[in-house]
């Protein structure tokens, strides 16, 4: 279970930061409704991911919330040294907007998290 969560932890976060890298103007459009979409989808996917870890890492549901930590915890470290030299990783983008990433990171983490407890906690 540690090998298989910690390993997707960091394929996890290696996708993000490759959509970040390849799609990352597309997530920090101007205006509300972009912003208000960005952590909608986020908090959705985060809280899907925690749901279904279980499933995916083969883990009885009492030990999903175990298996998440596991996934969250070097993604939440990667994605803060990423989001501490933003404009060393994402030039293209405003450096500013390190602030909405390293939010939306914890927001996507958070539901994950969150999802998983809800999932251990009615097994």
Same mark, same amino acid.
């Given at each position: 279970?540690?090998?298989?969560?910690?390993?997707?932890?960091?394929? @996890?976060? +290696? !996708?993000?930061?490759? *959509?970040?890298?390849? /799609?990352?103007?597309?997530? &920090?459009?101007?205006?509300?409704?972009?912003?208000?979409?960005?952590?909608?989808?986020?908090?959705?996917?985060?809280?899907?991911?925690?749901?279904?870890?279980?499933?995916?890492?083969?883990?009885?549901?009492?030990?999903?919330?175990?298996?998440?930590? @596991?996934? +969250? !915890?070097?993604?939440? *470290?990667?994605?803060? /040294?990423?989001?501490?030299? &933003?404009?060393?990783?994402?030039?293209?983008?405003?450096?500013?907007?390190?602030?909405?990433?390293?939010?939306?990171?914890?927001?996507?983490?958070?539901?994950?998290?969150?999802?998983?407890?809800?999932?251990?906690?009615?097994?």
């Amino acid at each position: 279970m540690i090998v298989r969560s910690l390993g997707l932890g960091f394929g @996890l976060a +290696a !996708v993000i930061f490759a *959509l970040f890298h390849v /799609a990352g103007p597309w997530f &920090f459009l101007e205006g509300r409704r972009p912003f208000q979409l960005n952590f909608t989808f986020g908090g959705a996917l985060g809280l899907m991911l925690g749901l279904s870890a279980p499933a995916i890492l083969r883990v009885p549901a009492k030990a999903g919330l175990h298996a998440m930590a @596991l996934v +969250a !915890v070097p993604g939440m *470290l990667i994605m803060a /040294a990423v989001g501490s030299h &933003f404009a060393v990783f994402f030039p293209s983008l405003n450096p500013s907007l390190d602030k909405v990433f390293g939010s939306l990171m914890l927001w996507f983490y958070g539901f994950a998290l969150a999802g998983s407890l809800w999932r251990a906690r009615g097994a």
